[in-house]
């Protein structure tokens, strides 16, 4: 007798008609083995899936080139299919589940012709947490099975685990012809299903990510009272040796994995790193707001990185541990052949290869990497992974931080007056448009919690659940907003940021341990400048005051632009936050 598990995958074997089907048993071997097929058989436009880089300098390292139209997350392209509009939310594009299904049917039948099916039995969070949840994707790329290895805790231990149950999240992944106009990620929360097809990179294509940690899981989190959200999962550890747990929501590519990695250019202050994406938070019997992080890998913003901004990173790059580290898009150096890319340590080299595959000098007027090129790599083999990063009732959280990309009007750092007020902070938040997802419009955009394009529902419903979740807590974390992206005049960055945001998380924690005082403002409360530790740092006090700065008359069109965000969710956003957003209007000066 068959499974509720091998049943599903003969029918999805049958729609789809691979000319084999593997179980990956998630060892070290086999990944081996898969990459070779990456190397040998499987290509891309043309290209292996997998080029070998140098195992001298960059141990377990291999490149792979995504389809050039296949780049990033596509919004656009990617709809959860309640069964009303509504439950979705206006935040979400909307499919009946029906009609999704007959679309994805059609152009799933016989998508894996003469490929091989791979089956990824895999656990998010550790299978002995009580918030883990077992899962099953199937995929017909060798890119996408190695890269569950490294995200995820996949082994044949998690098929033993869902035994005779139907209780497994299901995802479903052909990269297709790679045609855009072919490519859905669709989303059955109901079913805990995952659908996707037509792109094999990142949040489409990995599906433990964003799809079912954070849409579908937002969806379980709402009914089984618990969050799922777009967080790092940090300990900052002080000079006397304390602990103190934080979680940290940004929009994508603004900064969660550097934070999470942070190396402190204060004296005595070290980051443990638990997360630097996702975070699921659960309320325990003793009223304690707990975080897990479900993955097991950084899939992380390769531009930029070096060991001048995030040394931690570097080293968890060259560590070589465990097998593989993967670069996607990157550059490439010839004459060592080296991943490269904008932002790296050292001079530019002289013999590139750009992400498409072109020599490239800086001549050529382009990136040599894709602004949103990536690495993949192991949580274990980083040097400021936490001790608790295995346990399986994860972390005690005693601060909450929201942050944006925001050049103008934010301060560096508000703490909320209260869990409301904070909840609040974060419905309002707003981001400058990244490289992240493709088709955005350049500007602002308001993305409450950094969770706009991964809530799996209704907004409003979202806003309600976090307000509840504050009624559950018995001491509820403070909140606090942060914005390291403030610019001058000429449109420098006028905080140095990276390391140095440790002298803002050095006042969070003063502030969580009521070691500090505050001033308080409309928009919520700011240190000191006397209390946050600018010691060593250059910065004039003029532009000190100017990171703090409250401008009157930009705060009222935030406000008019926030009111109009709010409106969207008509009678679905609760009566607490229009109560805020009046507070916040009458509060400012006239
Ligand atoms: P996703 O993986 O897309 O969710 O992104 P992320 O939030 O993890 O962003 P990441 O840490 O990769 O940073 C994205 C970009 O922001 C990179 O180009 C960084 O160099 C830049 N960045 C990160 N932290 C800072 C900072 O403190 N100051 C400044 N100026 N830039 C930063
Ligand atoms: C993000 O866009 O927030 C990412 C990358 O972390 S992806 O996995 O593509 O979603
Ligand atoms: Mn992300």
Redesign the pocket.
């Known amino acids: 007798m068959s499974t509720p598990l091998e049943k599903w995958v003969e029918k999805q074997a049958e729609l789809a008609k691979p000319k084999r089907i593997y179980w990956c048993n998630g060892s070290d071997k086999e990944a081996k083995e898969i990459v070779e097929v990456g190397m040998q058989e499987e290509k891309i436009n043309d290209y292996p899936v997998f080029t070998e880089l140098n195992q001298k300098t960059w141990p377990n390292a291999y490149h792979h080139r995504s389809h050039p139209t296949d780049v990033a997350r596509t919004e656009q392209l990617t709809f959860v299919c309640h069964p009303d509009k509504e439950t979705a939310g206006p935040n979400n594009n909307w499919m009946h589940p029906d009609e999704a299904k007959r679309k994805l049917t059609k152009l799933s039948d016989g998508c894996m012709k003469g490929r091989t099916m791979y089956v990824l039995p895999y656990m998010m969070g550790h299978p002995d947490s009580p918030y883990s949840k077992a899962c099953v994707q199937i995929t017909d790329v060798s890119y996408v099975a190695v890269s569950m290895r490294i995200m995820t805790r996949l082994g044949s231990n998690v098929v033993k685990k869902i035994g005779n149950s139907e209780n497994f999240v299901k995802g479903f992944h052909s990269v297709g012809d790679f045609d855009p106009n072919k490519r859905f990620i669709m989303h059955f929360p109901d079913e805990r299903l995952v659908w996707s097809i037509g792109s094999g990179y990142g949040g489409n294509a990995l599906l433990g990510k964003k799809c079912f940690s954070l849409r579908i899981a937002s969806c379980l989190g709402l009914k089984e009272g618990w969050l799922a959200e777009?967080m790092v999962v940090m300990g900052v550890e002080d000079p006397q040796g304390k602990v103190t747990y934080i979680v940290a929501a940004?929009?994508?590519?603004?900064?969660?994995?550097?934070?999470a990695m942070l190396q402190s250019t204060l004296p005595g202050y070290k980051i443990w790193t638990l997360g630097?994406?996702i975070a699921w938070l659960n309320v325990d019997s003793d009223g304690i707001l707990r975080a897990i992080n479900p993955e097991t890998g950084y899939?992380?913003?390769a531009?930029?990185?070096s060991y001048k901004?995030n040394p931690n990173m570097m080293k968890t790059l060259k560590a070589g541990k465990f097998f593989p580290t993967l670069f996607t898009n990157t550059a490439i150096e010839r004459d060592g052949n080296e991943p490269w890319w904008e932002?790296l340590d050292g001079a530019v080299p002289e013999h590139i290869i750009d992400w498409l595959g072109n020599k490239w000098t800086p001549e050529t007027g382009t990136k040599a990497a894709h602004p949103n090129s990536r690495f993949t790599v192991s949580v274990y083999n980083s040097p400021t992974l936490s001790s608790e990063f295995d346990n399986p009732k994860g972390v005690p959280i005693s601060a909450i931080i929201f942050g944006g990309k925001r050049t103008q009007l934010v301060p560096l750092v508000v703490e909320s007056f209260n869990w409301q007020n904070g909840v609040f902070s974060g419905a309002r938040m707003g981001s400058e448009t990244?490289a992240?997802a493709m088709g955005l419009k350049a500007g602002v955009r308001r993305d409450p919690m950094a969770m706009l394009p991964f809530c799996g529902y209704n907004m409003g419903d979202y806003f309600k659940h976090w307000l509840n979740m504050g009624k559950k807590l018995k001491n509820p974390p403070k909140i606090f907003s942060v914005n390291?992206?403030r610019t001058d005049e000429n449109g420098s960055?006028i905080?140095p940021?990276?390391g140095d945001?440790i002298r803002v998380l050095k006042w969070i924690i003063a502030r969580v341990n009521n070691n500090a005082k505050a001033v308080s403002t409309p928009i919520g409360l700011v240190p000191n400048l006397d209390d946050l530790d600018t010691s060593g740092l250059n910065i004039p006090k003029k532009n000190l005051e100017k990171l703090f700065e409250v401008k009157i008359a930009d705060w009222k069109d935030e406000i008019e632009d926030t009111g109009k965000f709010f409106e969207q969710f008509g009678k679905n956003i609760p009566i607490e936050l229009k109560n805020e957003l009046a507070e916040l209007s009458k509060n400012l000066p006239q």
């Open positions: 777009h940004f929009p994508s590519a603004c900064g969660k994995t550097n934070l630097d994406d899939f992380g913003v531009p930029g990185t901004t932002g990244t992240a390291w992206f960055f905080w940021g990276f945001n």
